[in-house]
T-cell receptor
Framework: GESVGLHLPTLSVQEGDNSIINCAYS??????FIWYKQESGKGPQFIID?????DKRQGQRVTVLLNKTVKHLSLQIAATQPGDSAVYFC?????????FGQGTRLTINP | DVKVTQSSRYLVKRTGEKVFLECVQD?????MFWYRQDPGLGLRLIYF???????EKGDIPEGYSVSREKKERFSLILESASTNQTSMYLC??????????FGEGSRLTVL
């Protein structure tokens, strides 16, 4: 069936390095994608979004890349900080609903 | 500032009890959602609502019902709680652009 998935369930990076979190989606009709960050004990928080007519979007220390040819989405976090430790979810919009991936846990090594 | 408020952060209930989870948003959004979140299963959609008194089943509606009497309030009801409904429940409202705003979550334990 169709799904939104992630390549790795966990990712460890050194503080100060760049982090790249990947996501695969299977519905080529999806027109909108979002990345969420969820810290322990809290609800998911919006990080950045991208529409299907774009292939790159930048925010503060974050960049989302969209490759529609291979149905792949990535989140890049520059100069990773301890406060970036969280679970990161990608989501794709199908009709009015958002379908979420499983999540990747990002841990930061000092 | 955008705000979605869930009435209870932590609840402990017994099997067979009726459970109400309340959610209020202050953004005048039309669309609201209830998800449950379980380890290894991610976020799964239970019910959603596009307008007052309207509701649609999500992917896992069994054992749940919802109520949307006012635009700002969306309630999730467990008519007879069971242990397999122990979970984190997340409410969200949706901006026209598609972005969801989540509450802090309600962690329910059913004994």
């Amino acid at each position: 069936g169709e799904s939104v998935g992630l390549h790795l369930p966990t990712l460890s990076v050194q503080e100060g390095d760049n982090s790249i979190i990947n996501c695969a989606y299977s519905n080529s009709a999806s027109d909108y994608f979002i990345w969420y960050k969820q810290e322990s004990g809290k609800g998911p928080q919006f990080i950045i979004d991208i529409r299907s007519n774009m292939d790159k979007r930048q925010g503060q220390r974050v960049t989302v890349l969209l490759n529609k040819t291979v149905k792949h989405l990535s989140l890049q976090i520059a100069a990773t900080q301890p406060g970036d430790s969280a679970v990161y979810f990608c989501a794709e919009r199908r009709a009015q609903k958002l379908v979420f991936g499983q999540g990747t846990r990002l841990t930061i090594n000092p | 500032d955008v705000k979605v408020t869930q009435s209870s952060r932590y609840l402990v209930k017994r099997t067979g009890e009726k459970v109400f989870l309340e959610c209020v948003q202050d953004m005048d959004h039309e669309n609201m959602f209830w998800y449950r979140q379980d380890p290894g299963l991610g976020l799964r959609l239970i019910y959603f609502s596009y307008d007052v008194k309207m509701k649609e089943k999500g992917d896992i509606p069994e054992g749940y019902s919802v109520s949307r009497e006012k635009k700002e309030r969306f309630s999730l009801i467990l008519e007879s709680a069971s242990t397999n409904q122990t979970s984190m429940y997340l409410c969200a409202s949706q901006r026209n652009t598609g972005e969801l705003f989540f509450g802090e979550g309600s962690r329910l334990t059913v004994l």
